[in-house]
């Protein structure tokens, strides 16, 4: 790369980002071409690269030696996982996933409410400080004069952390950690898929929480809620196209009627001309790379478990190659010695955002307990019952304008969510009544 092209980059992402420098100052421009979120972008793909391109130079030669046969070493082993894995699918799966669900049935009323309030009250507390704790690490300042900074005013003096990476690097170094001890103390299936194929899921999942946190610097968070709770349209429409699936009217009604909530909200924020409710072009592009790239994980998750393995198996494996990641790029970009450095300033935010590890990993878990105990639907229900809640905390904590017509824009997409919710359970009850009785032998 020549002298010239290195001054070009600067400036090519000055000028991408330019309705970004409109949301948040004038003075965002004089920062530095390093405050300039498409920049930030780069800089974090090139450090990923510096990990993925020799990775996949080294599958490559492993797979064309045949070191599955040939190799041998202390290595070998490792070599082997990660490369080939364990083509063997067992049915250990089932057997170790069956038996809490023996539990669940044999289990007394009582008991079966006693656990759905559990998993309901860990789910709420979970996410509802995750992301109370969000909002105000992306989007307030630490250090002086935290009486001074007055609700709805986050650039009230003091210092603001500014390095989403980082904390997507946190969140995910507890959620390993949480995930591997869990991993030794209780019996998992066998595992047979081989350990880079995590690194795709990884990859996305790393990228989408770095859009979720940096939308935040340029839009509000009920906004970021809605437009979250909305990627059922782009999810449709890209499986009417790529994969030429068809739907059900309630599907098409329910989608249109989240448009017109999402579109409700917007306006009402854009008539509202406060800083907390401005959604600007950067916010949008940013939240859409967060829709995309969290759709890809959830795909690519569906293909690896069909290698027969445990959610907390998956959740192992994706952080691992995630903190990998993570952390390769904020070395190479000195970013982690400075957000040390900045925690050491901050102790306040330092115990923010070990919490808010703690709740993503917490959350983690409850999510996979509360699927295995009483299904998607029920874990549906909660979480589209803490998104409710979540805009209703960041209103009155952050100071949110919330006009009549943002409160009715709210209503008819929660209401097109439990619309959702209540056909798709008739569709499976008429589908499963529709079924032929098995017959006794």
Not at 36 to 57: A, C, E, K, Q
Not at 76 to 94: H, M, N
Not at 105 to 113: I, K, L
């Amino acid at each position: 790369m020549t002298f010239t092209s290195c001054r070009l980059w600067p400036a090519l992402a000055l000028l991408i980002s330019w309705p970004a420098a409109a949301a948040v100052g004038e003075g965002s421009l004089l920062d530095g071409w390093h405050d300039v979120w498409p920049f930030r972008f780069l800089l974090n793909m090139l450090g990923y690269s510096t990990i993925i391109i020799p990775g996949y130079l080294l599958i490559k030669y492993f797979r064309r030696t045949n070191y599955q046969d040939t190799g041998h070493g202390i290595c070998s082993p490792i070599i082997k996982a990660c490369v080939f894995g364990s083509e063997t699918k067992s049915g250990l799966l089932d057997e170790v996933s069956s038996a809490p669900r023996v539990e669940v049935d044999s289990g007394s009323p009582v008991r079966q409410m006693f656990k759905l309030t559990f998993c309901a009250v860990g789910l709420q507390v979970s996410y509802l400080t995750w992301g109370v704790l969000q909002e105000r690490v992306m989007t307030r300042s630490y250090g002086e004069a935290p009486a001074e900074q007055a609700v709805g005013e986050p650039d009230a003096g003091g210092e603001r952390f500014t390095d989403s990476q980082f904390l997507v690097f946190m969140n995910r170094i507890l959620a390993l950690t949480v995930s591997g001890l869990w991993c030794l103390t209780i019996k998992q299936p066998r595992h047979g898929a081989p350990l880079y194929k995590y690194s795709f899921a990884s990859l996305s999942n790393i990228l989408s929480s770095w859009c979720q946190y940096e939308a935040l610097k340029y839009i509000s968070f009920p906004t970021q809620v809605l437009a979250k709770a909305s990627k059922v349209i782009p999810v449709m429409l890209m499986g009417k196209m790529v994969s030429h699936k068809s739907y059900e009217y309630w599907e098409y009604l329910t989608a249109a009627l989240i448009s017109v909530g999402v579109g409700l909200f917007l306006l009402s924020s854009s008539a509202a001309h406060t800083p907390s409710t401005v959604t600007t072009f950067s916010g949008a592009v940013i939240l859409a790379g967060y829709i995309v790239f969290d759709s890809f994980t959830s795909n690519w998750q569906d293909h690896l478990f069909k290698y027969k393995m445990s959610s907390v198996q998956m959740m192992f494996g994706v952080n691992l190659f995630s903190c990998l990641f993570a952390v390769g790029s904020l070395l190479e970009q000195g970013a982690l010695v400075e957000a040390l450095a900045f925690m050491h300033r901050h102790p306040d935010f330092a115990c923010h955002a070990a919490l808010l590890s703690v709740c993503s990993a917490c959350g983690q878990l409850f999510i996979f307990y509360t699927i295995n105990q009483f299904g998607a639907a029920v874990f549906t229900i909660i979480m589209t019952l803490r998104q409710a809640i979540a805009i209703l905390l960041s209103c009155l904590l952050y100071g949110h304008a919330v006009t009549v017509m943002g409160v009715l824009g709210i209503g008819v997409v929660f209401l097109a969510l439990f619309l959702r919710l209540y056909a798709r359970s008739r569709a499976k009850a008429g589908r499963r009544s529709a079924l032929p009785p098995a017959q006794k032998v």
